[in-house]
Antibody
Framework: EVQLVESGGGLVQPGGSLRLSCAASGFTVSNNYMSWVRQAPGKGLEWVSVIYSGGSTYYADSVKGRFTISRDNSKNTLYLQMNSLRGEDTAVYYC???????????WGQGTLVTVSS | DIQMTQSPSSVSASVGDRVTITCRASQGISSWLAWYQQKPGKAPKRLIYAASSLQSGVPSRFSGSGSGTDFTLTISSLQPEDFATYYCQQAAIFPLTFGEGTKIEIK
């Protein structure tokens, strides 16, 4: 059974950093396209970043240069390093596995990031 | 960026009703479109991909159609568990973008 479990969210001050983790089971992260998608409180869904099985990465303009997606193959875990955080980064962050066509098939339960002083 | 415009933003409907949601892309995306259902406090669930392919395990009352710029999600006979928010998503060009969502509420 495919499972995705996010962790690492919390309260951080503006300008601070946070690293989110997404532990996967039931499949191999490195063989799949993996994305982060976020949802601000009461708002819609926003794609953040993707890492291809080959290692290529892409980002939304709103996070480019501040966020970095990566994976640890030995831990079968996806990461999102978030630096220079802003209030508008406050959201529930979901990791998602897609089937190679950039449609999100499996989702984690999400982890809440709150950026506030 | 490709803008995805959904309509309506909300709809009140009754069990058994036929409901249609539309999604318009600001430029052609062929059939690179998915539909998701999200219930409060839960992660989204994929219903349709490639515009009209039904996700395994999703009831056949859900269907998708369209190509190019205009797409529809139809629920043929609304069930109590279908009251939720629905999003379209284009997968044609980065950045991947979602529609603003359509909330189906109980009439």
């Amino acid at each position: 059974e495919v499972q995705l479990v996010e962790s690492g969210g919390g309260l951080v001050q503006p300008g601070g950093s946070l690293r989110l983790s997404c532990a996967a089971s039931g499949f191999t992260v490195s063989n799949n396209y993996m994305s982060w998608v976020r949802q601000a409180p009461g708002k819609g869904l926003e794609w953040v970043s993707v890492i291809y099985s080959g290692g290529s990465t892409y980002y939304a303009d709103s996070v480019k240069g501040r966020f970095t997606i990566s994976r640890d193959n030995s831990k079968n875990t996806l990461y999102l390093q978030m630096n220079s955080l802003r209030g508008e980064d406050t959201a529930v962050y979901y990791c998602a596995r897609d089937d190679g066509w950039l449609y999100f098939h499996h989702w984690g339960q999400g982890t809440l990031v709150t950026v506030s002083s | 960026d490709i803008q995805m415009t959904q309509s309506p933003s909300s709809v009140s409907a009754s069990v058994g009703d036929r409901v249609t949601i539309t999604c318009r892309a600001s430029q052609g995306i062929s059939s690179w479109l998915a539909w998701y259902q999200q219930k409060p406090g839960k992660a989204p669930k994929r219903l349709i991909y490639a515009a009209s392919s039904l996700q395994s395990g999703v009831p056949s009352r859900f269907s998708g159609s369209g190509s190019g710029t205009d797409f529809t999600l139809t629920i043929s006979s609304l069930q109590p568990e279908d009251f939720a928010t629905y999003y379209c998503q284009q997968a044609a060009i980065f950045p991947l973008t979602f529609g603003e969502g359509t909330k189906i509420e109980i009439k």
